[in-house]
């Protein structure tokens, strides 16, 4: 049961791999369920996919919103997960979240040509 539930999310995670998320939830179920082998057939139950999973955090996620935006923290996404799947017990662990992007800095160009001097004979 244990490697049909983790081939069930290694094939999810392989044919979603332009969506980052999925490998994020993939990898953590997988995790867990090597130190749960037990709980693989929550996993296998029905038509239960990662993806679903996603979804059930988004519904959760805008009971809570306020101004249009909504969060979760890695733990209460995690819970979501098991509750949807109808894993019991507490999140292990979790994993690391990923860095933040940052981005590119920006270079300032001289606004004025007048800004900029330059003599041929600076050259000689």
């Not at 980052?20 to 953590?28: A, C, E, N, R, T």
Request: glycine residues 4%; negative net charge.
């Amino acid at each position: 049961m244990l490697s049909d539930a983790i081939s069930k999310l290694k094939a999810e995670i392989e044919s979603e791999k332009k969506k980052p998320y999925i490998k994020v939830i993939g990898d953590f179920l997988i995790q867990h369920l090597e130190a749960n082998p037990e709980q693989a057939e929550n996993v296998m139950t029905g038509d239960k996919t990662i993806a679903k999973s996603l979804e059930a955090m988004k519904a959760e996620a805008k009971k809570n919103q306020q101004n249009g935006m909504a969060m979760l923290t890695d733990a209460e996404g995690f819970a979501i997960v098991f509750k949807y799947f109808g894993i019991k017990g507490a999140i292990a662990s979790t994993p690391a979240p990923a860095a933040p992007v940052q981005a590119p800095k920006r270079i300032e160009q001289p606004t004025d040509a007048s800004d900029f001097e330059i003599n041929l004979e600076d050259f000689l």
